[in-house]
């Protein structure tokens, strides 16, 4: 999970316009302007796992993205139709076993308080070397396993591949030094490399390298 940086600007005019026609509702919104909008805003990764996520169709035709709304919608369409309320989340193995399900799919409406609208979000969550994510805030952790199911299997692996990645990454500087050590600019360099987008996609799962590496410049 990553901090996801909500603007109001971001929102699509389509959704503005039909907040303000009277008797609509979030179901007669046009959902793929806000899928775009959406995507554009998260860097095209899902809110919680940060798996890849896109404005495809899937095999059954349907959006590879689905429209997440952080409060439960309950029936409130001032709620329901708030861009501010709004993620953008992966499948969550959907039509899986629930306890195969991640993301939405698993949390239905439970309340969540880890929230990744919020900045120190990300100092809430670690990930361990082995594609773990946890928290030390008991009740944090909780929600990460039981509530969002993300270490899920699939997950965890997509995670570990992600560090070992860095670690093979991080090589073509060691080789460089005799000793093998990485110095704190060689490690702030590839901090930016999993920080930066291109075509305004970040890296899938990029925070669990930039922690790794942020572990590294600590003990420096």
């Not at 503005?16 to 806000?34: A, H, L, M, Q, V």
């Not at 990460?144 to 860095?166: C, D, F, P, S």
């Not at 987008?197 to 600590?218: G, M, P």
């Amino acid at each position: 999970m990553r901090f996801i940086q909500k603007k109001l600007s971001n929102e699509p005019t389509s959704l503005k316009e039909k907040r303000s026609t009277p008797g609509s509702n979030f179901d007669s919104c046009n959902k793929n302007d806000i899928r775009v909008a959406l995507l554009l805003e998260q860097g095209y990764l899902c809110a919680y796992c940060m798996r890849r996520i896109d404005n495809n169709l899937n095999d059954k035709g349907q959006p590879n993205t689905n429209i997440e709304h952080f409060k439960a919608q309950s029936n409130d369409e001032t709620l329901r139709m708030n861009y501010m309320n709004m993620l953008g989340v992966c499948d969550g193995n959907k039509g899986n076993a629930k306890h195969l399900q991640t993301c939405d799919k698993r949390r239905d409406n439970r309340i969540l308080k880890i929230d990744p609208r919020k900045k120190n979000c990300e100092k809430l969550i670690n990930y361990q070397d082995n594609g773990l994510i946890y928290s030390t805030h008991k009740e944090t952790d909780i929600e990460l396993n039981e509530v969002l199911g993300l270490n899920n299997e699939n997950l965890v692996k997509e995670r570990q591949n992600v560090v070992r990645v860095t670690r093979k990454r991080m090589l073509r500087y060691s080789k460089k030094k005799k000793g093998n050590q990485w110095s704190k600019k060689d490690l702030n360099k590839e901090i930016k490399y999993w920080t930066n987008q291109k075509d305004n996609r970040y890296k899938e799962y990029c925070r669990i390298a930039i922690c790794y590496l942020e572990k590294k410049i600590a003990r420096l």
